[in-house]
Each structure stands twice: as structure tokens, then as C-alpha cells.
């Protein structure tokens, strides 16, 4: 340690021991992790750099795990929760689904439901716009999905393809080659 910097915070009396019945009921592995860094330096007096070394962590996240210990205690390092989740949701889920719940019958009943009018209405609800994207991915959460009518051309003449797939030669299956094309 540089002679410069403060001596670190004692951690309480009985801390190690704490630490230790923590880390037998510890369930996830980032949680044995988070306790053992905090172990080290109560029961060892390691230094951070011996610690991240020894735990994989980096020597800051050590500091800063060391740091929070001394403010929450064992909160934050048994139960954190992961960072998924939606955190930039405008509606609810239960929201979304009462917005789409006014399409449903229209849905039944085999209407063509444009996202275009989906959009515009969702945006009338929220106060601002949003992409198309956003509406597509509201729809999925919910379960629904997009069913587009098989594309064909207005003008076809089933007639005239039958007679087109009759009259047309069949491939022998073989690719032309230069061998081929010499004989």
C-alpha cells in the first residue's frame, strides 16, 4: 500500500464469522464471489490487489464491494437482483394487453389489422411516437403475431399456369458440364 492513502474501514467485530455462515448458504455463484471478497479482507486483511487477483473481480469492483458491505451490509452481496427486465416500458403488460384487447374481435373475425392504425393509436395513448418496431414487439410479448395472406397476382389465370407446368421440359437432373458439352 502507497503511504498516501487513508487506511482502509475496520469492518465490525464478528464480521468473519458472519461472512462465513453467508457464504455455506450461499446459492449462486456471483454470490459466493461477492462474499469471499468481503471475507478476505475481514478475516485475512487482505489488500484489494490480493483479493481481485484471488476472486477473478477487478480491483475496483473489490473497492467498491468493500465499500458498499460497510454502508448496506448483507444486502448487497446475497440477492441482487440480475439486470434484465424491461426498464423502459411506456405500458405495462397488463396495459398492453387491454390496448390490444380492443382489436380482438376484429381479429376473430379475419379483419386485416394494420399496424399502421395499431401504431397511431398506441401513440394517441402514450402522448408521443414510437417505431413501428415497438408496436411489432408489443405484439409479440402478448402472443400475437403477423399472418399475411399468401401474395399472389391479381390477374393470374389458374388455366394457363396448369397448361405452362405441362408443356414445360423436365430437367434430367444432371448439371451441364464442359465433359458434358464436348460429347
Not at 449462486?28 to 479482507?41: S, Y
Not at 481481485?52 to 448496506?72: C, D, K, Y
Not at 411516437?129 to 399475411?148: C, D, L, N, P
Amino acid at each position: 500500500m502507497c503511504c498516501d492513502m487513508r487506511p482502509p474501514k475496520a469492518f465490525p467485530e464478528g464480521t468473519a464469522k458472519h461472512l462465513e455462515r453467508l457464504l455455506r448458504n450461499a446459492r449462486k455463484p456471483d454470490e459466493r464471489t461477492r462474499i469471499q471478497a468481503v471475507l478476505m479482507r475481514a478475516a485475512f486483511s487482505l489488500t484489494p490487489a490480493q483479493i481481485a487477483t484471488a476472486t477473478g473481480l477487478s480491483i475496483n469492483s473489490v473497492r467498491i464491494l468493500h465499500s458498499r458491505f460497510l454502508r448496506q451490509g448483507d444486502a448487497c452481496l446475497v440477492g441482487r437482483p440480475g439486470r434484465g427486465g424491461r426498464r423502459h416500458g411506456l405500458l405495462s403488460i397488463e396495459q398492453q394487453q387491454d390496448f390490444l384487447a380492443r382489436y380482438k374481435d376484429d381479429a376473430a373475425k379475419g379483419l386485416v389489422l394494420s399496424v399502421g392504425q395499431l401504431k397511431d393509436d398506441y401513440e394517441r395513448l402514450i402522448g408521443h411516437a414510437v417505431s413501428q418496431a415497438s408496436i411489432y414487439r408489443m405484439m409479440e410479448r402478448i402472443g400475437w403475431r403477423k399472418v399475411v395472406p399468401r401474395p399472389y397476382h391479381p390477374k393470374k389465370k389458374p388455366d394457363s399456369e396448369e397448361a405452362f407446368k405441362k408443356s414445360m421440359r423436365k430437367s434430367s437432373g444432371r448439371k451441364n458440364s464442359a465433359k458434358d458439352a464436348r460429347r
